[in-house]
């Protein structure tokens, strides 16, 4: 689906790989093997094609990242202060109207998550997906206009996601197939 009006993108993707990687054991978690390549080249494959830009969030491996060809953004924030900031320092840097947000730790994230965000959100300045089991806050849509609060929000010391979506006024869209959102974040979870 083209988001696109008169050449200007409207929405673009960021695959968020900027954490610590702390319950893989430090790991650059996008950079772990899953299926015989790195995780974070599973959601890059089915991402991509669901935007018009598209680009990594990375704190750590910047050059490996940069070698999928795809640009590479890191936080403006020190101390990996969590997904949050990957997402401000995109809403800052990224010129789009949109921004589609996924976890570099999603394999199987489905191929129409943008495009089903984008037509639930309403008039809502951010969607996210969810499940019967769970909410999934990082695989997300922000228009740019919540990059002032989402900065005010870091400063307090704030660092839930799913609180700051609620508090920019957004709303969950229900996926069905919970699979598609299985994350893998531990080193047990890639036998699944």
Not at 1 to 17: P, R, T
Not at 94 to 114: G, H, K, N, Q
Not at 129 to 157: K, N
Request: aromatic share 8%; charged share 20%.
């Amino acid at each position: 689906m083209d988001y696109s009006k008169s050449g200007e993108a409207l929405v673009a993707g960021v695959i968020l790989a900027g954490g610590r990687g702390s319950r893989m054991g430090g790991e650059d978690k996008g950079l772990v093997q899953y299926r015989n390549k790195p995780l974070y080249l599973h959601v890059l494959e089915r991402f991509q094609p669901q935007v018009n830009h598209l680009y990594i969030s990375a704190n750590r491996n910047q050059m490996v990242y940069q070698q999928s060809g795809v640009p590479v953004i890191t936080d403006k924030l020190p101390d990996f202060p969590g997904p949050l900031a990957g997402m401000l320092t995109a809403l800052q840097t990224i010129e789009a109207e949109w921004l589609a947000f996924a976890s570099c730790d999603t394999p199987d994230l489905p191929t129409d998550l943008v495009q089903r965000l984008w037509q639930h959100k309403a008039e809502a300045p951010a969607v996210w997906a969810r499940t019967a089991e769970r909410d999934h806050p990082t695989l997300a849509l922000l228009h740019h206009s919540v990059a002032t609060a989402l900065a005010a929000f870091l400063a307090r010391g704030e660092r839930k996601v799913m609180l700051f979506l609620q508090q920019s006024g957004g709303h969950a869209v229900m996926f069905d197939d919970a699979a598609a959102f299985s994350n893998i974040n531990r080193p047990d979870d890639l036998g699944r």
